[in-house]
């Protein structure tokens, strides 16, 4: 049986049209530091580019040697920028810093990786591998929503949830800003893309 990742974890789903305030698991991922554009940098497109194949290395890994088969999980990013407003207002990608990331099972181990790293790079195309890590994230009680369309009609909405929703319910941000790119960009009309938003977040002290 092929065990579906997203159905196991109730964060990976999220309401269209308001926010939500969600507990969310430590999980674990492969993830490719960078900065810049997505649109233009080499470097996001380099990331990418080395993801997938160490993503569906580790899937075969797991099923052949393991017996235990899953769906590989949707693309992943972390942004932030030391001006925020470079997100929600300007939209100026050339500021971004960013983490591209995949979810892979708890059962995933360092010595698995470097194995499924030994058989992407033997078939090459993968720039980089050198830059690929095994890592969890802890993110906790978190505000998401579903945006439907474009990438860069998100602005209104993160006006909405870092401008009104997080301070008007006492709430501060704690992490990054978290994109889950439910819809493939290669084959999903730009008004269908479906993109969860999160925020980490603490409960606000009291003054």
Same mark, same amino acid.
């Given at each position: 049986?092929?065990?579906?990742?997203?159905?196991?974890?109730?964060?990976?789903?999220?309401?269209?049209?308001?926010?939500?305030?969600?507990?969310?698991?430590?999980?674990?991922?492969?993830?490719?530091?960078?900065?810049?554009?997505?649109?233009?940098?080499?470097?996001?497109?380099?990331?990418?580019?080395?993801?997938?194949?160490? =993503?569906? +290395? *580790?899937?075969? $890994?797991?099923?052949?040697? /393991?017996?235990?088969?899953?769906? @590989?999980?949707? &693309?992943?990013?972390?942004?932030?920028?030391?001006?925020?407003?470079?997100?929600?207002?300007?939209?100026?990608?050339?500021?971004?810093?960013?983490?591209?990331?995949?979810?892979?099972?708890?059962?995933?181990?360092?010595?698995?990786?470097?194995?499924?790293?030994?058989?992407?790079?033997?078939?090459?195309? =993968?720039? +980089? *591998?050198?830059? $690929?890590?095994?890592?969890? /994230?802890?993110?906790?009680?978190? @505000?998401?929503? &579903?945006?439907?369309?474009?990438?860069?009609?998100?602005?209104?909405?993160?006006?909405?949830?870092?401008?009104?929703?997080?301070?008007?319910?006492?709430?501060?941000?704690?992490?990054?800003?978290?994109?889950?790119?439910?819809?493939?960009?290669?084959?999903?009309?730009?008004?269908?893309?479906?993109?969860?938003?999160?925020?980490?977040?603490?409960?606000?002290?009291?003054?």
């Amino acid at each position: 049986m092929k065990l579906d990742l997203r159905k196991q974890v109730g964060t990976y789903t999220a309401p269209r049209g308001r926010f939500e305030v969600v507990t969310v698991p430590v999980l674990q991922f492969l993830m490719i530091d960078g900065r810049g554009d997505p649109n233009t940098s080499e470097a996001y497109r380099d990331a990418i580019t080395t993801l997938y194949p160490v =993503a569906y +290395a *580790l899937k075969f $890994l797991s099923k052949g040697d /393991l017996g235990r088969d899953y769906t @590989v999980m949707p &693309l992943e990013a972390l942004w932030w920028s030391e001006d925020m407003d470079s997100f929600t207002v300007a939209r100026d990608k050339s500021r971004w810093a960013w983490t591209v990331m995949i979810m892979v099972p708890e059962w995933t181990t360092p010595e698995q990786l470097a194995t499924a790293r030994g058989t992407v790079a033997r078939k090459g195309g =993968a720039p +980089a *591998l050198e830059a $690929l890590r095994l890592e969890p /994230l802890e993110e906790g009680l978190s @505000v998401q929503t &579903l945006h439907l369309g474009p990438y860069d009609d998100e602005g209104p909405v993160l006006e909405a949830l870092h401008g009104d929703f997080i301070p008007s319910h006492a709430l501060q941000e704690t992490g990054k800003h978290h994109e889950i790119y439910l819809s493939d960009a290669r084959r999903t009309a730009p008004g269908k893309l479906r993109t969860i938003l999160r925020q980490p977040v603490t409960p606000r002290a009291p003054r």
